[in-house]
């Protein structure tokens, strides 16, 4: 990825690049804007004045397809409100993830899972776990494709510090593994990681 | 997998509903059309041995002729004036016997005899459609070949049997039966064997060779030929609006009165006419249900839509799979319609073959494929479309 620029004229107020061979921290009060953030670069939102381009597209002319090839292949997303499938069980929400480029192999899966103390919540449906254990899944599934920038829009919120650190050494394993960088926002701390760069909202 | 992400979100019972309805549309549609076929191969009759594009015209009777003020034969310059139209191509008058009286009698399976006077007629042989080997009569021969009009078997069937309770004899049944002729005249008599070679319901007296009629009218009759009273003429297209209105101008009929095909359209094609419009508003109020089901189960869906879509699918593949889900419920609908429909078939088949006669009807026209061809294109087409489009709305928003 090139670069991403956000014209002056942004709510914001300010222009911004996001290049992917740097992590970002997007730090913000509440309300300010970070998962609208998200949604403009993930093409689920087109209500800004000014400019967005991805890989110096214009974000809003990008066709259904086109984010949907993004989606598989270049951008990596964790919602804030992670959108699991509640009718699947857990390793059903991975598997379907992974299924769309071959990503990982299920052993590879599993060592994640067992990182993160959720191997044996495997059969369990989605919609029953706890929010902690969601969030972990979520975020599992988040690497489960090829990705050049990683979007986490408050990632931790309802983790515990242990498994933060648990967490942290997958995500920063991937990316490096993958050459991608990552955009992680957060009402506060930066829970200990350096990033690069910080982005202010 | 998509499937799975799609949910359990059916109420199987709604979809059980719909299933019947676009059912109960699709076996009534073919049903009422194969019928309305049917009996329009009833209607356009079984000419037989008289070909299609041959014409019988007599006179209309009219309270003149009754009353012995006009002629109801033809006269020569009438017959001229006929022979002279652009759409007569051939011209024969019917023979007839000429003053002898003949009896008929054949041997009933209650062993009762039924026997009647008749009288017969004859037509050259270029305007008798049956094999030449089975139309041919001299006296060392057995049997004389008689065309018999499908009236009297109707009459037979309808009338008679039905009111000694005899069973019904079809045309297959009455080439078997041997009919016995008695012919007097000229103070001599004699007794013949007779045999339906064919059936016509263009006629409606029956026809013997004209072999025979001329040995007759030698023998047992006499007196001149008499002027016809009804002829025969060849057409090239029997509904060239020409001929309807020549015969109308100079008071001529056909005896399309007696062709039991008007009686089909008078009776029951208005009824057919009616259940078939009720079938097309059956049909619209199904498929309307059909796509409301289908909109609902991808409403229900949404939400996983939506992340489908995010997690990178494409809004193709999704509705592919919704699609496919509706291929295979019109599969089973097409399934259960046929089976129905065959079922239906084959009691009206039934109530056709006994009491009109006919045997010819075909497994399956091809109107009626087509009607369920044309039913299943609009309601699939409408139905993906609306899915497709759904899908993709639902994909982009947020």
């Known amino acids: 990825m090139k670069g991403e620029q956000f014209s002056a004229e942004s709510v914001w107020g300010n222009s911004c690049e996001v290049d992917s061979s740097f992590s970002y921290f997007l730090k913000s009060g509440s309300g300010k804007g970070k998962s609208t953030f998200s949604a403009y670069i993930m093409g689920l939102r087109s209500d800004y004045s000014g400019e967005v381009l991805i890989n110096g597209r214009n974000q809003k002319e990008i066709t259904l397809d086109e984010w949907s090839d993004l989606r598989q292949s270049k951008l990596a997303f964790l919602a804030q409100d992670m959108r699991l499938f509640p009718n699947m069980t857990l390793i059903e929400n991975l598997l379907i993830k992974n299924k769309l480029t071959d990503s990982k192999t299920e052993a590879e899966i599993n060592s994640m899972l067992q990182a993160l103390e959720m191997d044996h919540k495997k059969s369990q449906m989605a919609g029953t776990l706890s929010l902690g254990q969601q969030q972990r899944v979520a975020l599992i599934r988040s690497l489960l494709q090829p990705f050049e920038l990683l979007l986490m829009d408050e990632p931790f919120s309802h983790i515990d510090d242990l498994n933060i650190d648990k967490a942290l050494k997958i995500i920063l394993n991937e990316c490096e593994q993958q050459k991608a960088g990552y955009v992680m926002t957060s009402l506060g701390s930066n829970h200990g990681i350096e990033n690069n760069k910080t982005i202010y909202l | ?398």
């Open chain 2, 1 to 398: 997998m998509i499937n799975k992400a799609i949910q359990r979100t059916q109420k199987p019972l709604i979809l059980f509903l719909s299933m019947a309805g676009a059912v109960i549309g699709m076996s009534l549609l073919m049903i009422v059309t194969q019928v309305y076929t049917n009996l329009n191969l009833v209607k356009q009759g079984d000419s037989g041995a008289i070909n299609e594009q041959f014409l019988v015209i007599k006179k209309e009777i009219s309270v003149m002729n009754t009353m012995g003020a006009s002629s109801s034969s033809f006269s020569a310059e009438e017959v001229e004036d006929i022979i002279a139209q652009k759409f007569v191509l051939d011209y024969a008058p019917f023979v007839t016997g000429r003053n002898f009286e003949v009896f008929a009698e054949m041997g009933l399976e209650t062993g009762q005899k039924g026997s009647s006077l008749g009288f017969i007629e004859s037509l050259p042989d270029k305007f008798i459609d049956v094999d030449p080997k089975d139309w041919t009569w001299n006296e060392q021969q057995e049997f004389i070949p008689i065309i018999m009009p499908t009236s009297f078997l109707d009459m037979y069937n309808f009338g008679l049997a039905e009111s000694i309770n005899s069973p019904k004899i079809s045309k297959d049944m009455a080439g078997l039966l041997s009919i016995k002729i008695r012919i007097k005249g000229n103070d001599l008599q004699g007794l013949y064997y007779g045999r339906v070679t064919a059936f016509s319901d263009r006629i409606n007296s029956a026809l013997v060779p004209l072999d025979f009629l001329s040995y007759a009218n030698n023998k047992y009759g006499s007196g001149d030929q008499d002027e016809p009273s009804k002829i025969i003429i060849a057409t090239a297209n029997n509904k060239d609006p020409n001929i309807a209105k020549y015969l109308e101008e100079n008071g001529y009929e056909t005896n399309n009165e007696q062709l039991r095909g008007t009686i089909i359209e008078r009776l029951i094609q208005p009824l057919l006419t009616f259940t078939g419009m009720l079938c097309v508003i059956i049909i619209i109020m199904t498929i309307l249900i059909f796509i409301l089901y289908g909109e609902i189960l991808i409403i229900k869906s949404k939400y996983d839509i939506h992340v489908l879509s995010l997690l990178g699918f494409k809004w193709k593949a999704i509705s592919k799979v919704f699609n496919q889900f509706f291929l295979k419920v019109y599969g089973v609908i097409t399934l259960i319609s046929l089976v129905i429909f065959f079922i239906v078939k084959m009691l009206v088949d039934n109530v056709i073959k006994e009491n009109l006669v006919f045997d010819n009807l075909p497994i399956i026209s091809w109107q009626t494929i087509l009607a369920m061809m044309l039913f299943l294109a609009m309601f699939i087409s409408i139905n993906i479309f609306s899915t497709r489009k759904q899908i993709k709305k639902i994909a982009k928003a947020k």
